[in-house]
């Protein structure tokens, strides 16, 4: 299970999941993925500030389509956009898993890193 392109705006998280059962086995009790991100936020405007921040989001998608390319956003709140504005540089990691319909987690992603 990859993730094949992610990226940092000013006020969300996008990512691209490929058509996940092209490269991946899925068992008939994996119906939903979770997407979970960490962005840590370095360098920051203004001298005064942490040096580094860190922000984390989930998203869980129910009833998820292996077959067909996601399309993942992840909005940031007000302090999550605050704290974005503040730094120059982050680093996102994003891990996908699956899991059954009662939550329990099968399989994950290898964890997708980049630096901006």
């Known amino acids: 299970?990859?993730?094949?392109?992610?990226?940092?705006?000013?006020?969300?998280?996008?990512?691209t999941l490929p058509i996940l059962n092209a490269s991946s086995v899925f068992g008939a009790d994996?119906?939903?993925?979770?997407?979970?991100?960490?962005?840590?936020?370095?360098d920051p405007t203004n001298e005064a500030d942490e040096p580094f921040k860190?922000?984390?989001?989930?998203?869980?998608?129910?009833n998820f389509n292996f077959a067909q390319i996601y399309d993942l956003e992840m909005d940031f709140n007000v302090l999550q956009k605050a704290t974005a504005a503040?730094?120059?540089r982050?680093?996102?990691?994003?891990?996908?898993?699956?899991k059954t319909a009662e939550?329990?987690?099968v399989q994950n992603s290898s964890t997708f890193t980049k630096l901006s």
């Not at 299970?1 to 990512?15: G, N, P, R, Y």
């Not at 982050?90 to 699956?98: D, G, M, P, Q, R």
């Open 54 to 62: 860190i922000v984390s989001l989930s998203k869980e998608v129910a």
């Open 30 to 42: 994996e119906v939903n993925v979770s997407a979970n991100a960490l962005v840590c936020y370095y």
């Open 103 to 105: 939550g329990k987690v």
């Open 86 to 88: 503040k730094y120059q």
């Open 1 to 15: 299970m990859q993730i094949s392109t992610a990226a940092v705006a000013a006020d969300k998280i996008t990512a």
């Open 90 to 98: 982050s680093i996102l990691y994003v891990c996908v898993v699956t």
